[in-house]
């Protein structure tokens, strides 16, 4: 149950990674000249 | 200080200096894909490679599929290392018998190595498997140091590229930074230092008789191995004899090369590089601290070489040094005048400084050398412990973390981390002087800054919230320490400084294998390395984008003392400004508390 927390942290974590890259690219498009 | 230890870390820098410009000149070769005296060796293991996985070398990306395949490819690793830990009692070379380290430790193990932090809260020979050493471990720290310095070259590429939104193949240049840089090196590495006397073996362990057997204080137990407590819930004591010495063996060598050469810093034994089958002699810690160094280094010149301005590689270069040797030179003052509150009969320039948690092997001299390089570039190697440096000598390690691992730093997160300082110094000096601020033919635009800002803040924010609801709570986060007041909060800033700068060393004298550090400095290590790229990336792609601007009088050149000057004022500002309170409060403190009489 322990290791499934764990694991859990990590995939949820390089899933929050994705969605910050696709935040970044949103800013670039909104607000750069 | 004396002046065979000035020259000694002289002698030092001028080996650095001599083989900065042949490290980048080949490594300029191996990212542009040209071909190098390795070719014939390497070069059909390259292409069988490509062909297995169905990879076209040529096909390059754009920096969101740069940085996606960088991130899948880092969460299967993340999984992988997680899972060979858990299951490694059931996996072969474990002579020992080892069982699986516990959920929370597995899971900050994994991310350590993978974000190249290596910040060990287990001791390596009482806890991993000779299968688990290699196979996770010494795997991802090759690998993590290839992901490290194929993000390095992204954007180096896209300060030298115009008007494109390619950067490269993120698989390309992991292969060619495994295979031609980092394989081939440590392999030489790893033979010289079985020379020195590394162990690399699959032996058992041994066990010597001592000549002289000694007595200590243990907890006493019952059959069960359960500690018996009195009446007043006091564990009951006993004393023990001890006459003999287990002595750890195992695949050290190996793993030792590329912890040095990648800035991993994770050690085989528990005492790191201070352990005698990890550091041997004084030749191997040279060795070691060359390593460290060697590739850092290399990509300044790198730099000036793939953006066309050598001027700008030594610029940088340059910028790292004088704060390098600064740190170096303070450390080792502050060693060297040891502890003011030994008595007065005690004669600092006979004794040699500060030697408490130091190798007499290496001395006040190389040890804080060795402090200082490891923690300049993100190694976290350690030979000597930092918990017992002087406050003033074991701040600057702290310090050369805070300023964000950029003096020379991890092998390419060093390097990207200058260029993002590099970037606010040209807008900073761009805003001096009321101009739209250009950098090597570009113009810096509000994008690129509002992703530095990104890049600069959440580093200290997670340092800061992370030590700061650990030194306010007695239940989870006080009780791992073993000194107080001002010497633990250092404890605990240096370890959250460390996971974040994805560094790795420990200051020691603080028991962070439990729930809430493992926890904690797991996703602070995890925040720190992949929060920070993504919006470096982002800068990457977006310089890439623009078009030249050509250059004219008003253009500030960054290939002058000048730009060295400002560049290494930004770094110590943006450092100093953000740390300065929370070192008033531990190490400034302390060092004044030292020389009022109090210790910890």
Known sequence: MTDLVYIGIIVAFFLLALAYIAACEALGKGGSK | ?600
């Open chain 2, 1 to 600: 200080m004396t002046f065979n230890g000035i020259v000694q870390i002289l002698l030092f820098f001028a080996v650095i200096v001599a083989v900065t410009k042949p490290m980048g000149i080949y490594l300029t070769r191996v990212y542009s894909g040209e071909r190098t005296f390795l070719d014939p060796v390497l070069g059909p293991i390259e292409r069988l490679l490509y062909r297995l996985t169905r990879l076209k070398a040529t096909d390059e990306m754009n920096w969101k599929q740069y940085a996606v395949a960088m991130i899948l490819f880092s969460l299967v690793s993340s999984l992988a290392v997680y899972a060979l830990q858990r299951l490694q009692f059931f996996l072969p070379l474990n002579p020992q018998e080892l069982a699986a380290p516990s959920e929370h430790s597995s899971f900050n193990t994994a991310v350590s190595f993978v974000t190249n932090t290596n910040w060990q809260g287990y001791g390596g020979e009482v806890t991993m498997s000779y299968f688990t050493q290699m196979s996770a471990l010494t795997v991802q720290n090759f690998l993590s140091a290839a992901v490290g310095m194929a993000l390095a070259i992204v954007f180096i590429r896209g300060i030298s590229r115009f008007e494109t939104d390619k950067l490269g193949n993120f698989w390309t240049d992991l292969v060619r930074g495994t295979l031609y840089v980092l394989l081939p090196i440590s392999f030489f590495a790893a033979i010289f230092f079985v020379s020195q006397g590394v162990v690399q073996n699959f032996k058992p362990y041994e066990t010597a008789q001592l000549t002289e057997s000694f007595v200590v204080e243990v907890d006493k137990k019952d059959a069960d191995g359960n500690v018996i407590t009195d009446d007043a819930g006091e564990n009951v004591k006993e004393d023990k004899t001890i006459d003999t010495q287990t002595i750890a063996q195992g695949p050290a060598a190996s793993q030792l090369a590329i912890k040095m050469l990648g800035t991993n810093g994770g050690g085989f034994f528990n005492a790191n590089s201070a352990h005698p089958f990890e550091n041997p002699t004084p030749f191997s810690n040279f060795i070691q601290m060359l390593l460290i160094f060697l590739i850092p280094a290399g990509f300044t010149y790198t730099l000036g070489r793939m953006v066309k301005s050598q001027g700008h590689g030594w610029a940088v270069f340059g910028a790292m040094s004088v704060i390098f040797l600064a740190g170096v030179f303070a450390t080792y003052a502050a060693e060297s005048a040891g502890n003011p509150i030994f008595p007065a009969a005690v004669d600092q320039a006979v004794v040699g400084g500060n030697l408490e948690g130091k190798e007499t092997r290496f001395g006040v001299t190389n040890s804080a050398l060795f402090a200082v390089i490891t923690t300049a570039a993100s190694c976290g190697a350690v030979n000597a412990m930092h918990d017992s440096f002087t406050p003033l000598g074991g701040m600057i390690p702290m310090v050369n973390i805070m300023l964000g691992e950029v003096i020379f730093g991890g092998v390419g997160a060093g390097m990207y981390g200058i260029l993002v300082m590099v970037i606010l110094t040209v807008f900073i000096a761009g805003l001096m002087v009321g101009r739209t601020p250009e950098y090597l033919g570009k113009k810096i635009e509000s994008y690129d800054i509002q992703m530095a800002m990104l890049y600069a803040l959440i580093f200290p924010l997670i340092i800061l919230a992370l030590s700061a609801v650990s030194s306010i709570s007695p239940n989870f986060g006080l009780t791992s320490l073993n000194n107080r007041g001002a010497h633990g909060l250092s404890e605990i800033l240096y370890a959250f400084t460390s996971a974040t700068g994805n560094n790795g060393s420990a200051f020691g004298g603080l028991n962070a294998n439990t729930y809430w550090y493992n926890t904690t400095l797991g996703v602070a290590m995890l925040i720190g390395r992949f929060l920070m790229i993504i919006p470096m990336l982002a800068i990457a792609g977006n310089l890439a984008k623009k078009k030249m601007v050509p250059a004219t009088l008003g253009t500030f050149p960054v290939n002058t003392p000048l730009f060295t000057v400002l560049l290494i004022s930004i770094v110590l500002i943006v450092g100093a400004l953000t740390f300065f309170p929370v070192l008033s409060l531990a190490p400034i403190l302390e060092h004044f508390q030292m020389n009022a009489g109090q210790t910890f």
